[in-house]
Each structure stands twice: as structure tokens, then as C-alpha cells.
């Protein structure tokens, strides 16, 4: 089972180089279910791969002077921040064990599994419903970051 999680682990790395994007969606259900990590290990060890393969992927548009640093870090420190307090308060405050129904226990490790779910189904709904008001291909979006991306489709979502 682990040489599939290795297998696995290169097709992610190949649609990350492909598309660059996917890579904590493929990566925590391969580490947990293939590879036979925690939830919670999986997670973080998530984090650090795409970390990774976002730092080498970006060293090519580095050189050419194409990475916009304001952004990365309007972006970057939130969720360095988010990261470190959710793995230091909230990761460790929830129990083992949360609740036993009939034959069915909720453990940290489920609930973090179906939270994970959770957040697949709402990412992919929102990249494949349409919407409303996108720009044409002569606009650009309204000023601030979202000129960053020019005719970025997500951007759309922060936009006041």
C-alpha cells in the first residue's frame, strides 16, 4: 500500500507542475489512506509539501521578476499566523474522543477527516459554478490586489 502512496504522491506532484493547484486536496487523502498517517500528521505534512513545491515552483517567475511580494504577503502572513494558532490552541483542544452515537464514534481524527471533506465540496462548487458579473476580456478588476491576477476567477470573491 505504501509503494501506491508513493505512486500517488508522484501524480500529485505532476498535476501541481500541470495545473498549480490541488496539491492539500490530493495530498491529505493519500497520506492518511495510502501512506497510513494521522489526520492530523497529514495535515501538516500537507502543508509542508505544497509549501515546498509553491517556494521551488515560484523561483522561475522570481527570476524573471514576475512575484508581487505585497501580495505574498497580504496572503502569506495570515495564514503562516492561522497556521501556527490553529496548530498550537485549537488542534490540541479538541479531544480524542468527542462523541459515541449507537455504533458510530466521532473521533479528532474523523471529524478533522469530514471537516477536510467538507471544505473539497465547497471548493469544488465554487470552481465550476458560474458567476455573475465577470469581467470581459477587455476589464481588468477594481483596484488593489485583484489587479495582481488581471482576470482572476476567485479573486471575484473578495472584492467589496
Keep these: 500500500m505504501e509503494i501506491l502512496g508513493y505512486v500517488a504522491a508522484l501524480f500529485i506532484g505532476l498535476s501541481l507542475g500541470l495545473t498549480g493547484s490541488g496539491g492539500s486536496i490530493l495530498t491529505v487523502p493519500i497520506l492518511v489512506y495510502l501512506i497510513g498517517l494521522n489526520p492530523v500528521m497529514a495535515t501538516a505534512y500537507s502543508l509542508f509539501v505544497v509549501g515546498l513545491t509553491s517556494l521551488v515552483g515560484s ?4 527570476r524573471k521578476k514576475l512575484v508581487n511580494f505585497k501580495t505574498a504577503l497580504v496572503f502569506g502572513i495570515p495564514s503562516l499566523l492561522t497556521v501556527l494558532l490553529t496548530r498550537t490552541f485549537i488542534i490540541p483542544a479538541i479531544p480524542a474522543h468527542i462523541l459515541s452515537v449507537g455504533g458510530f464514534t466521532l ?4 471529524l478533522l477527516l469530514l471537516l477536510f471533506a467538507v471544505l473539497m465540496v465547497a471548493a469544488s462548487f465554487s470552481m465550476i459554478r458560474k458567476r455573475k458579473g465577470k469581467t470581459g476580456e477587455g476589464q481588468t478588476l477594481a483596484s488593489g490586489f485583484g489587479q ?3 482576470k482572476a476567477s476567485w479573486w471575484g470573491w473578495f472584492q467589496v
Aim: aromatic share 36%; proline share 0%.
Design 107 to 110: 473521533t479528532k481524527d474523523v
Design 148 to 150: 495582481c491576477w488581471g
Design 59 to 62: 523561483f522561475k517567475f522570481y
